[in-house]
């Protein structure tokens, strides 16, 4: 890590734009480190809090890059597209326990309100930091040699990448691609703005509402947005099939239900959002689950070679492999140290715990983020969306089978909880990080170093958000009206619903077998995209195949490279514009319309002159 | 053969998963909701599909003319792009702004190309040597993503050595699809080929 300046020759290139500089090039530099901490760890609490009162947590990555590209270009005169690079994926490392933390660790303080689960909010807070922490290094490490195959070998889109790298890109895409990218960051803000103001926090259109002749089973509704619409159309056809999981849904097996399926289905079919939540889900998760598995054993050449090369690089000394790959050595060392680490977080977790226990908890566990690690790496490189929520809800479920048999309900909770949150921070991370590869790629970044950057970000951002998350907890109580915390009340009754034996596993184990059947297909990625179409909602499904639609229409209408020229940047504005003005308006709900200003500000003052003594 | 593959896999796959939702929970014994016997039922037709897929597929990727195509593309991207990267690579000092460029005008379209047509390698050599030949394509692209990167920040060095390299994985990508095809003759040589 070097910071020295390069020789800038004050004589321009040829065509008199471009400054010509010498000496090395900076990349992994201290200044990167420090400003991608800065943005991160201002990001992770702002989101982090925004997610506790608005109930979902956004994506930081475009945030950083723009934030890194006003300071490192802006501000500090810096002139490196790849020491941006790493900026941002040192910050949105930061960020990505925001995410992680506020979807599980709060949710034992909502349970903590229930009759005889008041300890649950006892548990040991260095030790939820270093689980969280171990979760990072367990997430990270299984996703290395992920990168090779789904980046190098399936080339995967990643569209929240290249909307990262066309941000990174922009000092020397051109004045035409920046103003394209501009132009299609303020159409996007613009309409976002509107639909906010006209729609509120329910930006779906239902077509139902105007053309009531239409069959509500059908679920023909748009989710208004069109960062949606961008990331379908840089995910191009490869992303046609989450699409049609939704469309074999309601169009085929609502209809089909309506008629065959028993009374109460057929009666359920006119509400998509129960039909959703009570079936569709259920199975999209066992799907997804059947899918990665089907995955990994049909990937199993491709993953294997990632290895070998890995290996390889390692033995050949005078290779460039070996100063890109990270050492395959440190992998093995992550996955070893993070899952003894795992073993005695739980065992430390709560007196009744047993050391066999606490082995099988940690090693199902580790397997779980290898599992739930191929399964966001590959739902994020094809559509952009992870399914976080239902990869921890199984977790969860696990490590309550694994522990209630001989702990007491607090128990139970509390160790679970425990480690799966270490397991919700280590997907959460390797979606981040594969993300990030995908942009590094598109820059010219060396993996080891962005590796090396996300580690030198990861540990940072669970200390920042569970402190965050105790001082709120204790002036405003998470699960109030005032930090609903909705994501966590979701878990927090499952939770529930787990210990009281009251989960569809018949349903998740029939959406297995189905992921299965589709994985072993030979139709690349079909099982985990039709899954993702079971899971979410139908509305960005929709909207989501606007953009496939476009995307495919434009490839064959114009040429591909106007796609890459015009439409890529454009979709990658629409991402950036929505993006913003999402954060921008959950900074404007957190500041003027929940908790006041000044209470905010005085909370802060008293927490520093806390922590400063 | 084909389309009754489809039809039976999808088919299949709608039965079983329609058996898996055509019941609410029922309360008294949870797993008798899915009725198994009708599900796997679905799933056997289901792997009757997938396993006529996977043979006809094998079949009509050994019969197709296009598979021939593809390679021929993917073949002839790799040169264009070589000869671009080598070109530059052997000037003895870079303008930024010509580099970056030539980059966009002529690497950009040779590279996706590549990588559309990439499936003709699987088909052709096989998992493993596709594997190691995208290994070395994917560090040339990063490469040269990198070299346009340094290009439009102006630090000719970087740009210079993110030639080189490009230039190594190049040859080396080259050279993996030709040991390929010497290997692939070895092993099934073409008619009169032995005489």
Known sequence: MSDRPPTTDTSDSNSGTIPIRTGPYPEFTWTAVLVGWAIGALIAVSIGYAALILGFAIEGSELAAILGWGILRGVLRRSSIVENNINQTIASAVNGASSGIMFSVPALFILSRREGLEAVADFNVPLMILACITGCVLGLAFVIPLRKQMIDFDRLAYPGGIAVATILKSPGAGVRKAVLLLGGAVLSGVIHLLVLQLMGEDPNWIANDQFEWLPEMLNITLYLSVMTVGVGFLSGKGGFWFGAGGFLCYFLLSPLLSFYGSDGVATMVDNPDEMRGVLYKPLGIGMLVGAAIGGIIAAFPLIASAMKAMHNAGKNNDSDSKNDEMPIGLLYAAIGIGALALVWIAFASVDGMTLGRAISMALLGTLWVWVAGVVVAECIGRTNWSPLSGMTLIAVTILIVIAKGGLNTVETITSSMLVGAAICLAISQASDMMLDLKSGYLVGGIPRRQQLAQFIGAWLGPIIVISLMILLNSQYEIGSDRLPAPQAQALASVTEGILDNNIPTYRYTAGAGLGLLLAISGLGGIGVLIALGFYMPFAIALTYTIGNVLRIASDKVFGSKFSHEVGIPIAAGLIVGEALVGVGNAFYKVLFAKPDETETAWLGIHFLSGVFG | ?195
């Open chain 2, 1 to 195: 053969m084909r389309q009754l593959g489809h039809l039976l896999m999808w088919g299949g796959f709608l039965a079983a998963a329609f058996f898996s939702l055509s019941q609410l929970e029922v309360a008294d014994n949870k797993w008798s909701t899915v009725p198994w016997i009708n599900y796997f039922g679905g799933v056997a037709v289901g792997i009757v599909g997938v396993v006529l897929l996977r043979t006809t597929g094998r079949q009509l990727e050994g019969d197709e003319e296009s598979q021939e195509a593809k390679f021929s593309v993917l073949r002839k991207q790799l040169k264009e792009v070589s000869s671009t990267v080598f070109g530059m690579a052997s000037q003895a000092s870079h303008d930024p702004a010509e580099v970056l460029n030539q980059i966009d005008d002529q690497c950009a379209e040779p590279l996706a190309e590549f990588a559309n047509a990439r499936q003709a390698l699987v088909r052709r050599f096989g998992m493993s040597v596709y594997a190691e030949v995208m290994t070395e394509f994917a560090s040339a692209e990063r490469y040269i993503n990198r070299c346009w990167s340094a290009a439009a920040d102006g630090y000719v060095d970087e740009i210079r050595d993110c030639l080189q390299k490009a230039e190594t994985h190049l040859r080396k990508t080259d050279a993996l699809i030709a040991a390929a095809e010497v290997n692939t003759a070895r092993t099934f040589p073409e008619d009169g080929e032995l005489d």
